[in-house]
């Protein structure tokens, strides 16, 4: 298979319904965006007669997938979007700004960080400090926004201090993900109780790399592949030890599982697709097979919960939802659509007022439902969440891990 041969085929496939268009969160909220329909497949179908032709509101694509979910004749649009951002960033690099540079390689900054004495509490203050004097607008940052704070001790970092239970004999590799890992590890430490409540082993894999989802929406698409490739030759190798691989974000999880294939079109990557699976997607085949440990919440705690769109991409319906209501949870979707932040979307200054625009439906039903705590598997739209309402926010990782110590 050539590289972006499925994706750019499936342009053809286009009937031009609309239906990407009535579903699209962005062309709701900002009429300068002109819609999945003509920024993805017809302009792909036109093939652009000249190098410098470029459909300039095609920045305002957020990635989010909605068009990809709707579109009932397969054409990925999303991804030809992406594609063809990344062939105009190819050929203007210089277009790219310092908010695209520092969004797209947080991973890079995370490591920086590390190997420095006290240098995540000095970036934290220094985020502290340049938010409160207006600086984060100079750099493209939303300046109403408030960055997340790198965690004191990374997952990584945590996961080598944790004692699992001797004996496990099952085993799951953990794709931490960049957000858990540096932003939010207590989610990290939840999902290997979880595992090993139920009786595996979690293991990690340094050689991990981000999943690329944050350089593919900044057009960085040759250093997506490199991070793909370095992934896909592990999750392969776990794979002929039979170790599945287990994600809890949902925009990692796309990624590993979809994303990789359809960008790059490789066999190995469709292999490797078929070893990774979403956290509650996977304790959701153990409970079908009844090896799921058994537990039942009494508080009548009230939770609402936020399904991210790259979870709806994966086409699973809402895992974490169903399995915590099983187990006597009281907790509802919030069915509001996309939240508006679409990883780094929302955080670039241009598009605060779209990102938040977007996300208004889910703010009004969250402060409605007299909910304690949002529940989300998504980290960004967690922190999207938080900024809309002020409200209390956790991953369903969490809810179930707090449910087992009972
Ligand atoms: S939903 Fe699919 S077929 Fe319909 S206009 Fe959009 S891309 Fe074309
Ligand atoms: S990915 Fe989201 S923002 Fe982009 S065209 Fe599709 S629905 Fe619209």
Same mark, same amino acid.
Do not use: W
């Given at each position: 298979?050539?590289?972006?041969?499925?994706?750019?085929?499936?342009? $053809?496939?286009?009937?031009?319904? *609309?239906?990407?268009?009535a579903?699209c969160?962005?062309?709701?909220?900002?009429? $300068?965006?002109?819609?999945?329909?003509?920024?993805?497949?017809?302009?792909?179908?036109?093939?652009?007669?000249?190098?410098?032709?470029?459909?300039?509101?095609?920045?305002?694509?957020?990635?989010? =997938?909605?068009?990809?979910? *709707?579109?009932?004749?397969?054409?990925?649009?999303?991804?030809?979007?992406?594609?063809?951002?990344?062939?105009?960033?190819?050929?203007?690099?210089? &277009?790219?700004?310092?908010?695209?540079?520092?969004?797209?390689?947080?991973?890079?900054?995370?490591?920086?960080?590390?190997?420095i004495p006290?240098?995540?509490?000095?970036?934290?203050?220094?985020?502290?400090?340049?938010?409160?004097?207006?600086?984060?607008?100079?750099?493209?940052? @939303?300046?109403?926004?408030?960055?997340?704070?790198?965690?004191?001790?990374?997952?990584?970092?945590?996961?080598k201090?944790?004692?699992?239970?001797?004996?496990?004999t099952?085993?799951?590799?953990?794709?931490?993900?960049?957000?858990?890992?540096?932003? #939010?590890?207590?989610?990290?430490?939840?999902?290997? &109780?979880?595992?090993?409540?139920?009786?595996? =082993?979690?293991?990690?894999? +340094?050689?991990? %790399?981000?999943?690329?989802?944050?350089?593919?929406?900044?057009?960085?698409? $040759?250093?997506?592949?490199?991070? @793909?490739?370095?992934?896909?030759?592990?999750?392969?190798?776990? @794979? /002929?030890?039979?170790?599945?691989?287990?994600?809890?974000?949902? !925009?990692?999880?796309?990624?590993?599982? @979809?994303?990789?294939?359809?960008?790059?079109?490789?066999?190995?990557?469709?292999?490797?697709?078929?070893?990774?699976?979403?956290?509650?997607?996977?304790l *959701?085949?153990?409970?079908?097979?009844?090896?799921?440990?058994?537990?039942?919440?009494s508080? #009548?705690?009230?939770?609402?919960?936020?399904?991210?769109?790259?979870?709806?991409?994966?086409?699973?319906?809402?895992?974490?939802?169903?399995?915590? %209501?099983?187990?006597?949870?009281?907790?509802?979707?919030? $069915?509001?659509?996309?939240?508006?932040? !679409?990883? !780094?979307?929302?955080?670039?200054?241009?598009?605060?007022?779209?990102?938040? %625009?977007?996300g208004?439906?889910?703010?009004?039903?969250?402060?409605?439902?007299? /909910?304690?705590k949002?529940?989300? +598997?998504?980290?960004?739209?967690?922190?999207?969440?938080?900024?809309?309402?002020? /409200?209390?926010?956790?991953?369903?990782?969490?809810v179930?891990?707090?449910?087992?110590e009972?």
């Amino acid at each position: 298979m050539e590289l972006e041969e499925r994706a750019r085929d499936s342009a $053809d496939n286009c009937i031009a319904c *609309t239906s990407c268009v009535a579903v699209c969160p962005v062309t709701k909220a900002n009429p $300068d965006y002109r819609g999945p329909k003509l920024v993805g497949p017809a302009h792909n179908r036109m093939h652009f007669s000249d190098e410098s032709d470029y459909e300039d509101s095609l920045k305002l694509c957020s990635n989010c =997938k909605n068009c990809d979910i *709707t579109c009932p004749n397969g054409v990925s649009v999303a991804t030809l979007n992406m594609l063809e951002r990344a062939k105009y960033y190819k050929a203007h690099p210089e &277009k790219h700004t310092q908010a695209d540079q520092m969004l797209s390689h947080n991973f890079q900054m995370a490591d920086m960080l590390k190997s420095i004495p006290f240098g995540r509490t000095c970036a934290n203050i220094g985020m502290s400090i340049g938010e409160a004097m207006g600086m984060m607008g100079a750099m493209g940052i @939303a300046p109403q926004r408030k960055s997340p704070r790198f965690a004191t001790k990374y997952f990584r970092e945590m996961y080598k201090e944790i004692k699992q239970p001797e004996g496990l004999t099952k085993e799951v590799l953990f794709f931490p993900g960049c957000f858990i890992d540096v932003n #939010d590890p207590e989610v990290g430490v939840a999902f290997v &109780k979880v595992m090993n409540a139920n009786g595996y =082993k979690v293991l990690m894999d +340094d050689r991990f %790399k981000c999943c690329g989802s944050p350089l593919v929406v900044g057009g960085y698409l $040759d250093e997506a592949r490199s991070h @793909a490739d370095n992934n896909v030759a592990i999750i392969n190798e776990y @794979a /002929a030890k039979n170790i599945p691989v287990i994600a809890c974000c949902t !925009s990692c999880s796309l990624m590993l599982k @979809a994303e990789y294939t359809e960008l790059f079109a490789q066999e190995e990557m469709a292999q490797a697709a078929k070893n990774v699976y979403d956290a509650f997607e996977f304790l *959701t085949i153990l409970a079908e097979k009844g090896e799921l440990k058994k537990v039942h919440v009494s508080s #009548d705690k009230k939770f609402i919960y936020h399904a991210p769109c790259h979870l709806r991409a994966q086409g699973m319906g809402m895992p974490a939802v169903d399995l915590l %209501k099983e187990i006597g949870v009281n907790i509802d979707s919030a $069915d509001a659509g996309c939240c508006g932040m !679409s990883g !780094s979307y929302g955080f670039h200054k241009e598009n605060y007022e779209t990102s938040m %625009k977007i996300g208004s439906e889910l703010f009004d039903k969250i402060n409605a439902s007299g /909910a304690h705590k949002v529940v989300c +598997d998504c980290g960004t739209c967690r922190e999207q969440i938080k900024h809309g309402t002020n /409200a209390k926010t956790t991953h369903p990782i969490q809810v179930l891990a707090k449910a087992y110590e009972q």
